[in-house]
């Protein structure tokens, strides 16, 4: 267990909630600077915090006037307010639809001055459908839709549905009444702690979307513990010196609205947004925005810090000044400590320190942040065992352990404040020893309140128990996987995502590191997975490959990964798909979906440039019409019988490997026919059964091709052969 006994929740007792606090900030900072937007052009839109909440304050009169809301009464104290004034709309949903800018933080803190609950959705392209609005929409039966004009626009009335057709509209950006601005302390009034401040909807599947309800309270201790964790400082006085934050995550991802843009209006800091388009296009703009504006706090998912290394010469690199960038997290999916590495080395010339680096754990459904790691002058990582990894144990190894057994895992540190860890053997719901690797559970003051109306599930994850324990219930189970040792979380990945082959553990990230090692700069980006085959599961890997690769390489590439994999994981992929860049879906944070992908596989709608698959009748068990193998064999015999059974062995190879026949040849090895262990296990059980010969792993060893296999085998059975 580990347990941070620091408490979060003490901020609530001076702010009830976010709207309480940044209403306080408007008045003592004015004229600071809140939010500056950097269009893709280099322009900047700027509101400082007064002008922030005037905006948010117009908005909240327009909204009202739509919702039919009453004035309420000038009243100088919360305690004054009579209950018949009460609301009607007090936590109704309404679904903010915006582009990268500065109005969707208008939208989301006039929703909260309002009583509704605001409901971030992912911007889609104009004129198309819009998948995760529909199913947030069905899902949690909003009553408004807050967008900008141009986006309220571009919404085809044919490409939606008539429940989203029917939804009042509000466009933040239009010129309204100022009637409504003088009643701040009225709306603070009707805003309790545990009322929701966010309705946050994940990035899974949208056939089964799961709105994760955040209260109020816990926005403000998740705030709190993001400030303690990163030894962060608010700005109460306008003297201070207040910190300064760079982001371009989409704000309707929960790092990007919460660790991005709530956590500076919580610190009284000021933030520089970008889009998401802006950085991918073009990586430096990313790190440009942080040295001209010398800001001190900045993060983002590991792909981001990969993409910098690819596309930022070590020249560029030098032009910039980075020195002042002291938190740089790195969250949202598994942390590469090759990639932090690398980056610290390729950033040093610009000032980039590396224990700058904040590795990071958390998800939604605890607000944001659960752990991280900080401190230490490179990146705190444990390397161990992979077999023992995948046996469910972490055992830690020396430097000189043999890297493809090996698997480095970043630390994630100690927990945040007011938050326990526990790793428990789900199936049991026992707590397991230190190094011992099972699911993670939380408990905490900033573990949300559940996902909307799903009680059912909600019973099962949100207050999960602890067995032979009656005093350990009300815990979340987050499906990831993890250990602790020495005090700090490891993350090993999400139990939904593990590959079980043959009774063993695989985690796709190992894979998909093989992967990168084994095609290089020929690769863009893989997912590996389990995917349904005749008899259980079965390996399948995607690989994205550069725009410019040369069509005739291909069938090299997956001889390449399918090589490499088997070396290093004793596993052969079923499939290996090569398809062009951006045919994997990633979340609006770049987190490979895998679930996505497997449907997207399984009914063949990813676009492929070539596809190998294992033969299906192989996987079904399905007896093949192979060439005889011979019966009795003599010394007249031997060279005939020794043709035969490499004839057997070579059409064995292409039924099992799904290899083109012209690619299977009798002096290839079988590693690069893709013989994995249980394959070379099937080999030889079948050859004994038809020649009566035991196949050992020294004799495969020492006869490593068809032909010569099949020379040895063919002279055994003559030594067996009475004369």
């Not at 057709?165 to 309790?192: H, M």
């Not at 895992?409 to 026992?430: F, Y």
């Amino acid at each position: 267990m580990l347990r941070n006994p620091a408490s979060a929740a003490q901020v609530t007792s001076h702010w009830p909630s976010l709207p309480h606090l940044f209403s306080e900030q408007a008045q003592r900072h004015p004229d600071r600077l809140a939010l500056t937007f950097v269009e893709d052009d280099g322009r900047h839109r700027t509101l400082t915090y007064a002008g922030l909440h005037d905006r948010v304050m117009e908005l909240c009169g327009r909204i009202g006037e739509v919702m039919g809301e009453r004035s309420p009464p000038e009243i100088s104290g919360r305690d004054k307010l009579p209950d018949e004034i009460m609301e009607p709309h007090s936590g109704e949903r309404a679904i903010l639809l915006f582009p990268p800018g500065l109005e969707f933080i208008i939208g989301f803190f006039a929703c909260q001055y309002s009583g509704l609950v605001p409901v971030p959705t992912c911007f889609p392209k104009p004129g198309r459908a819009m998948p995760r609005l529909e199913s947030a929409v069905h899902d949690c039966a909003p009553k408004l839709l807050l967008a900008d004009a141009e986006t309220l626009a571009g919404i085809d009335p044919n490409r939606v549905s008539a429940a989203v057709n029917s939804l009042p509209s509000v466009a933040t950006d239009a010129i309204g009444s100022d009637q409504w601005t003088a009643d701040v302390s009225a709306r603070l009034a009707l805003i309790k702690a545990t009322d929701l401040g966010l309705l946050q909807y994940t990035s899974g599947s949208t056939s089964e979307p799961k709105g994760v309800m955040v209260s109020h309270a816990n926005l403000l201790a998740n705030l709190e513990s993001i400030r303690c964790a990163f030894g962060l400082h608010r700005s109460d006085r306008a003297d201070e010196p207040h910190c300064s934050a760079v982001f371009w995550l989409p704000p309707f991802h929960d790092m990007g609205l919460i660790g991005g843009i709530l956590e500076a209006v919580f610190l009284g800091g000021h933030t520089t947004l970008m889009s998401p388009r802006s950085f991918l296009a073009k990586p430096i703009r990313w790190l440009e925005a942080i040295a001209q504006s010398g800001a001190t706090i900045s993060g983002a998912p590991n792909f981001a810090f990969e993409l910098c290394l690819d596309r930022i010469s070590r020249d560029q690199a030098a032009g910039l000044d980075l020195s002042r960038w002291n938190v740089a997290f790195c969250g949202a999916e598994p942390i590469a400590v090759e990639t932090l590495d690398r980056f610290a080395a390729h950033f040093a010339v610009a000032g980039f320190r590396s224990n700058a680096f904040i590795p990071c754990y958390g998800l939604a459904e605890a607000t944001l942040l659960v752990a991280s790691s900080r401190g230490s002058s490179i990146v705190p990582r444990l390397p161990v065992d992979r077999d023992d990894l995948s046996r469910g144990r972490a055992t830690p190894v020396p430097d000189h352990h043999p890297l493809n057994q090996t698997r480095t895992i970043v630390s994630c540190g100690e927990p945040c404040a007011g938050m326990q860890i526990e790793i428990i053997a789900p199936d049991r719901r026992t707590r397991l020893d230190e190094g011992q690797i099972g699911e993670i559970w939380l408990q905490g003051e900033s573990i949300a309140q559940g996902y909307w109306k799903r009680e059912g599930v909600n019973s099962h994850q949100f207050d999960a128990h602890i067995a032979n324990d009656d005093c350990a219930g009300g815990f979340l189970r987050t499906g990831d996987l993890g250990f602790i040792r020495d005090g700090s979380l490891y993350v090993t990945g999400r139990s939904k995502d593990v590959i079980i082959l043959r009774g063993r553990n695989h985690f796709p990230q190992d894979i998909e590191a093989t992967v990168q090692r084994a095609l290089g700069d020929d690769m863009v980006k893989c997912v590996a997975l389990a995917t349904n085959a005749y008899v259980g599961e079965a390996l399948s890997i995607v690989v994205e490959l550069p725009r410019h690769i040369d069509g005739t390489l291909l069938p090299n590439l997956v001889r390449s990964v399918r090589r490499q994999v088997i070396e290093e994981h004793e596993i052969d992929p079923r499939q290996v798909v090569l398809t062009r860049p951006a045919a994997i879906p990633v979340t609006t944070s770049g987190k490979v979906q895998r679930s996505a992908c497997r449907q997207m596989l399984e009914s063949d709608e990813i676009p492929s440039l070539y596809d190998w698959s294992r033969s299906i009748l192989i996987d079904q068990g399905v007896s093949e019409q192979l060439p005889a193998l011979p019966q009795r064999v003599d010394e007249d015999s031997r060279d005939a019988a020794s043709q035969q059974i490499q004839a057997w062995m070579m059409a064995w190879l292409i039924h099992r490997s799904g290899m083109d026949p012209r690619d299977v040849g009798p002096e290839t090895r079988f590693t690069d026919h893709g013989l994995d262990s249980m394959a070379a296990v099937e080999l030889s059980g079948e050859l004994d059964d038809w020649l009566g010969v035991e196949l050992t792993p020294a004799v495969a060893w020492n006869h490593p091709t068809p032909a010569t296999l099949a020379a040895y085998l063919a002279g055994e059975m003559a030594k067996a052969t009475p004369h």
